[in-house]
């Protein structure tokens, strides 16, 4: 089992940036896949990014990418969401989760596919 903290929220200009961090427990977190979800107020929590076992593979949401990266550092058992050129429809709670499925070079994108999520960080970007 693995528990998930996210930190780096936080309110941001449009067109500024932030970093988030999930931080996992557990001496097998290289063996999850990790990912990035969102939820607006009054919408479905969405896919935002994913990233393999061992961080070679990664994949995006169409809405963020080439604005946002996601890396991963096993020894800190942390994984990281980069958001560049954020926007106000950005503006949600982040969600990180882990998935016992994968491998090292796949990535698992499906909500339903995650076993274990965290609290989530609010992030709101105002115009």
Avoid at 40 to 65: H, L
Wanted: hydrophobic fraction near 35%; include cysteine.
């Amino acid at each position: 089992q693995v528990q998930l903290v996210e930190s780096g929220g936080g309110l941001v200009t449009a067109g500024g940036s932030l970093r988030l961090s999930c931080a996992g427990s557990g001496r097998t977190f290289s063996n999850y896949a990790m990912g990035w979800f969102r939820q607006a107020p009054g919408k479905e929590r969405n896919f935002v990014a994913a990233i393999s076992w061992g961080g070679g593979s990664t994949a995006y949401a169409d809405s963020v990418k080439g604005r946002f990266t996601i890396s991963r550092d096993n020894a800190k058992n942390t994984v990281y969401l980069q958001m560049n050129s954020l926007k106000q429809e950005d503006t949600a709670v982040y969600y990180c989760a882990a998935s016992r499925q994968g491998s090292i070079r796949v990535v698992i994108t499906t909500l339903h596919d995650y076993n274990y999520w965290g609290q989530g960080t609010q992030v709101t970007v105002s115009s």
